[in-house]
């Protein structure tokens, strides 16, 4: 083999490497744009508390929202009712999102169970999460179990549908490989099915955990005392619209850490993927 | 002696439904790749399939492969009937052809799972093929990384890696520059001369086929038969050079001059029967 054609293909990878150097700046650049519309609400709402049209109980200053967080943080509060957030968001989460990934599986590999369960869950799917409140606090009650329940429901969807996306969408060409390689049964699940459709399956599990998160709130509207979302349900009784903001800042900042983390993990584990390198989350 | 005998062979593809073919003025909905293809194969020749698109080149090695069965005929692997994909043969797919999810060395190493071979065997052997093809300091990378040319080396190189009887090529250069092509043709024939491994190599480029060849057999429009088998006489081993010999140039015309007419046939047939891409 001639070493000029190994120099030139060399030269082209780190053509590559270079390449993602400076989409990394442009990354950054972007981001900054993205600062610049939370800073000017910022400003806006400073500005509208100094025109002192209502009463400092409506319009909080922001400083105020900061002290409170502060204040939270430092009697532990905070991190208490975080951690338990975390903790149902957790549960709910690995019950939903594994029965979710088990079923996508069985129909991605089974047209026959696909056709059977296919229709139902899609139908399913139309009810909206809240509607299934009510008949969650009846079935049962008003306890752990029924908030893990209604996370859970959450979780699912986004787990089995784009699992099953994955699985039954294996390219015919890999299909093929596997009858040459005589990959089977279980080996063709572990080399071909799954490798293929890990994308996709991890799409919803970022979806899914997201959606846990975003339900653990309204998970919390009902029997309890704990949790970010109770948190914020007593600052609205006791009008401490302080805490409910500082509530809201929580939960849009874990939400987005939690997003920003998978994706870290996500191109990790998809260093093999075109499509992900300079992805955006 | 005769490794793989094609007796006969036949097939038929049904189209999606609503979609019809004019053959010879008769609507139908099925297609006919091949019909009456007759064909031996002598151990350890290279041999390479041309002829117009839709001849069904490519069908006859997912036969000989075991990926796909004949409508009627049979085809024979060293006195038995194929009915299975078996690691008797090596595949190289014109694209696409590697798991995107594996680097170079664990692209190679694919055949040898299967057949339990242990760990460290399996890498010894992949390292050793990607050596071959110059590719060892690409181990790592995965195939979105490697050039095109790269990446058919590796496919090639996996193939190898079962030691199969056949070797089979579907077009395995078509979708690379002519430089790497020319490349990849001297690579292939100055690892393949060093080896007893049949070949059965489908192209649509004469000069490809006539460099590469001990025969080409030229099969005609749809349905694929085979229409003359041509030696090459050019001696072995081949390099580059030879492309310019007036020898190349005579064998090269003897492949043309077969191929012509059935070129013209089956654009024809294009021209009448559209929406098969065959």
Known sequence: ?281 | MDIIVAENIRKKFKLKNGQKVKNNGVVSDEVEALSGFNLKIRKGEFLVLVGPSGSGKSVFLDLVSGLSAPTGGVIYLDGKPVQAPSAKTGYVFQQYALFPWRTALSNVECGLEAKGVPKDERVRIARELLSLFGLSDFEDRFPYQLSGGMQQRVSIARALATKPEVLLMDEPFAALDAQTREILQNELIRIWEGTDTTVIFVTHSIDEAVFLADRVAVVTARPGRIKELIEIDLPRPRTGEIRSSTEFARNRHKVWLALKSEVSKAEQYTKLATGFAG
Request: aromatic letters at 10%.
């Open chain 1, 1 to 281: 083999m001639d070493l000029d054609h190994k120099g030139l293909n060399g030269q082209i990878i780190n053509d590559q490497i270079m390449n993602k150097n400076i989409t990394d700046r442009f990354q950054w650049k972007d981001r900054l744009l993205g600062l610049i519309l939370p800073v000017a609400l910022l400003f806006a709402w400073q500005g509208l508390v100094n025109l002192k049209l209502y009463s400092d109980l409506i319009l909080v200053p922001p400083l105020k929202v900061v002290g409170t967080l502060v204040y939270l943080a430092g009697t532990g509060e905070l991190t208490t009712h975080i951690l338990i957030s975390l903790q149902r968001v957790l549960t709910g989460f690995l019950i939903g999102a594994s029965s979710g990934f088990l079923l996508g599986l069985l129909m991605g590999l089974s047209a026959t169970i696909n056709r059977s369960l296919g229709p139902f869950i899609k139908a399913l799917k139309q009810v909206p999460e809240f509607a299934w409140m009510p008949m969650i606090i009846l079935v049962f009650g008003m306890d752990e179990l029924a908030k893990d329940v209604f996370i859970a429901i959450g979780a699912f969807y986004p787990m089995v549908f784009n699992t099953y996306q994955g699985v039954s969408g294996v390219p015919h060409k890999y299909q093929e490989l596997a009858r040459v390689f005589d990959f089977k049964n279980i080996r063709f699940l572990q080399k071909v099915v799954l490798p293929s459709a890990l994308p996709s399956i991890l799409t919803g599990l970022r979806l899914s955990i997201g959606l846990s998160w975003m339900f653990v709130v309204g998970a919390e509207l009902f029997g309890t005392e704990s949790g970010i979302g109770y948190m914020m349900y007593s600052g609205r009784e006791m009008f401490q619209i302080d805490v409910v903001i500082a509530g809201l800042v929580v939960i849009g900042a874990i939400g987005f850490i939690m997003n920003a983390l998978l994706k870290v993990v996500e191109n990790r584990v998809l260093v093999w993927n075109v499509s992900v390198e300079g992805g955006q989350g």
